[in-house]
């Protein structure tokens, strides 16, 4: 017998204090409907209702505490029949179109016949605040009295009791209060905090208790009843009538979207289903991005992780650097602003390190959970180094450079002294307690380390990638260094840079294997296996010329690239399962920086093989929204890929990878010193004829492009010009 197969067996069970997401249910199936503004979401199913079932992440959650639970309309004490639902393509509003089932009088007899009467719930979220309109038209040639009942509820649930978690306490629910049109639901937590869920309706309601509110409305034929509905989480503002209230918050919220999104740049193809997808990808990627202090920070994703997260944040903005600096400029800043400054065992904090996550909810204030604000991410450190890297080379801002060196500077002490914990010249990770987590690359679950056998990786461990992004991150702050006038510490940085590749090839490629290994465990033995970690070797340049090509066939082969895209982990190794999170699953994020890092070795093709392969995908997805991940199985003619039951949807640095795919297949750059904008090699995948870009924006100019096939090149067209700008073609 193995010796070893007991621990292959234990691996298997997941380790206390990890915090995973059960699948107890497959969000894909339920396709719920999703709504955000700033720390508030919401989730809905078809007809806008929160079922509040176990197991259901339906509700409307502010700070990371669910507010509303339960949320249900019926028509004379029937649910609606579902017509149809959809959210809008600027995400900004749902709406719900339903009808009347057929209803019985009290003594059975048919009193109104089916689809005469037309529900349309129009919702939307502003500041804290969920406002509704429900028109109800009647399409009978007779006047008819309607009964409309809305049961609602609210567990004030922390999210992570709603992902799985089991408290032995709890806080103490207040009673209900009424008064008027209005109803407060409230508790009082064990963190001392008050929550507070306000209902008011319009008109007031012919009965309001605690978990009801029932309208009895009389409609003339082909009139029109309207009921007002106004949830707000915790309430300080003065109180307009909720119909006045509800256009207002409306006007407020349409034009405060309205500037967000335009600042970027604009994106339309001679594909309408991708055209569809990439309206999807910005609505959603500007939905997610909240207003901080130091400016726009796109959360990380929608149920499980509505908040700052460093990593997803700064991949995110490399993603969409070329069509909004200013994501960038906001994540640098809000980053630097709660960079560790001191050792902190229990939130893996060390002087330097760049957030991992941040919390508000009652768990969180109360160190149930150790992510009130937690810096257990190995690469965002180095990713927020190279990210302040890419914003300048994009944006010529060395204003902001200036103001944020000291934070790239303890970034990079941090890098030289608590990133390498052994001296050894590369950057490990190993929690300082029980409660974090095990494994601190950007594949966090517990298995998604191990070696060719299947045993798990023992640390402090050196992943793959994170070695590339120290890299990356030594370059670019040496350029910085010399833009500032530092040039002792250029000259210092780049010798850095120029040992760990140097170090880097030599313990971490794999002629075998054809690519570079997954990690160094905590003996530096290696951890041969191939994964898609390698592909990010490429995105830095830390991956010598002479070893590209063997890396870009690895990732392309069939047993890694399944037909959507580049899998976690290939058939080939001993821990696949295209079921899993991380072991053989399909993430575009992923796919996104690999084809990134494809693209500047010259791999064009490659990168388009990947673009093709998401977007086909998309084409099956409700709403063309990339998922955070999906099963990674073959793809077969005519069939869709497989949904990974609780993926989030929508997640920011999904809804970024198209974005970011356009750029690797054009060979997009910009130079702000010369006001140019370069297409280096431009190629556009099959399913593209034509790309137009308007409002390429450099040194405060802007060109409108359009990139057409011609034979088997492609030829650039300048549209337009705001401004002395140039557009270079290079092929």
């Not at 909810?361 to 009130?372: D, I, K, S, T």
């Not at 997640?651 to 280096?680: K, M, N, T, Y």
Request: hydrophobic residues 40%; charged residues 25%.
């Amino acid at each position: 017998m193995d010796a070893k197969l007991p621990d292959k067996i234990a691996a298997d069970k997941v380790p206390e204090g990890q915090f995973v997401i059960p699948a107890t249910g497959s969000l894909h199936e339920l396709r719920p409907r999703t709504l955000k503004h700033g720390d508030t979401f919401a989730v809905f199913d078809h007809n806008g209702d929160a079922i509040g079932a176990t197991g259901s992440t339906d509700g409307i959650y502010h700070r990371d505490t669910r507010y509303l639970s339960h949320l249900f309309l019926t028509i004379d004490g029937q649910r609606p029949i579902l017509l149809s639902s959809t959210v809008r393509d600027n995400n900004a509003m749902l709406t719900c179109d339903l009808t009347n089932p057929d209803l019985n009088d009290a003594s059975g007899q048919l009193s109104l016949a089916h689809d005469l009467i037309h529900i349309r719930r129009s919702r939307f979220l502003w500041n804290g605040g969920c406002y509704e309109r429900m028109a109800i038209r009647n399409f009978n040639n007779a006047a008819r009295h309607v009964c409309i009942e809305l049961a609602f509820a609210a567990d004030f649930a922390d999210l992570f009791e709603v992902r799985g978690a089991v408290r032995k306490r709890r806080g103490e629910y207040r009673e209900p209060e009424t008064q008027g049109d209005s109803v407060t639901l409230a508790y009082m937590g064990l963190d001392n905090q008050e929550r507070r869920l306000k209902l008011r309706f319009a008109p007031m309601p012919t009965r309001l208790s605690g978990d009801q509110a029932v309208f009895e409305l009389d409609v003339e034929p082909g009139k029109t009843g309207l009921i007002f509905m106004e949830l707000l989480c915790n309430p300080t503002e003065a109180e307009l009538p909720v119909d006045k209230r509800f256009f207002e918050a409306l006007v407020d919220s349409r034009r405060a979207l309205r500037k967000s999104a335009s600042r970027a740049a604009s994106v339309a193809t001679s594909n309408e289903i991708f055209n569809e997808g990439a309206r999807r990808s910005v609505s959603d990627l500007y939905m997610l991005v909240t207003d901080t202090p130091e400016g726009p920070y796109p959360y990380a994703g929608i149920p499980w992780f509505s908040t700052v997260f460093g990593r997803d944040g700064l991949i995110t903005a490399l993603e969409t650097l070329w069509l909004d600096p200013t994501i960038a400029c906001g994540v640098l800043n809000h980053l630097a602003v709660n960079q560790a400054t001191a050792y902190d065992a229990a939130a893996d904090a060390e002087p330097g390190k760049i957030l991992h996550e941040v919390r508000y909810g009652e768990m969180a204030e109360l160190g149930e959970v150790p992510f009130r604000r937690y810096y257990g991410s190995i690469d965002s450190t180095p990713l927020f180094v190279v990210l302040a890297g890419a914003y300048l080379e994009r944006t010529a801002d060395l204003a902001t450079i200036q103001k944020l060196w000291p934070n790239i500077e303890a970034a990079l002490a941090w890098i030289d002294h608590d990133g390498d914990r052994d001296g050894d010249g590369f950057v490990e990770y190993g929690r300082r307690t029980s409660e974090g987590l095990i494994n601190q690359g950007w594949k966090d679950s517990h298995d998604s380390v191990f070696h060719a056998d299947g045993t798990l990786a023992k640390g402090p461990i050196a992943i793959a990638e994170v070695q590339a992004y120290v890299y990356g991150a030594w370059c670019v702050a040496a350029e910085m260094a010399r833009l500032l006038g530092h040039a002792r510490r250029e000259f210092e940085l780049e010798a850095k840079a120029e040992a760990l590749r140097k170090q880097f090839d030599e313990q971490f490629f794999d002629a075998e294997l054809g690519t570079y290994v997954l990690a160094l465990d905590g003996d530096k033995k290696p951890c041969r296996v191939r994964s898609s970690n390698a592909g990010h070797a490429l995105l830095t340049g830390i991956a010598y010329p002479e070893r590209a090509a063997a890396v870009a066939a690895t990732l392309m082969c069939g047993s890694s690239f399944c037909g959507w895209g580049v899998r976690t982990i290939p058939t080939t190794e001993a821990r696949y399962n295209p079921m899993s999170y991380h072991n053989g699953s399909v993430w575009p994020h992923d796919n996104a920086l690999i084809a990134a890092g494809l693209s500047r070795y010259g791999f064009r093709r490659e990168a388009a093989r990947i673009f093709e392969g998401l977007f086909a995908a998309s084409i099956y997805i409700d709403l063309r929204r990339q998922p955070e991940l999906f099963c990674g199985f073959s793809r077969h003619p005519g069939s869709g890929p497989t949904f990974y039951p609780v993926a989030c949807s929508p997640q920011a640095w999904a809804a970024a990878a198209p974005l970011s795919l356009i750029q690797s297949c054009l060979g997009l750059s910009f130079d702000p010193a010369r006001s140019e904008v370069s297409f280096d090699r431009p190629l556009l995948p099959d399913f593209l004829n034509e790309i137009t870009l308007r409002g390429l924006s450099v040194g405060g100019k802007s060109v409108d492009v359009a990139l057409t096939r011609s034979g088997s090149g492609v030829v650039v067209e300048t549209l337009a010009r705001k401004g002395d700008i140039r557009v270079l073609t290079m092929n």
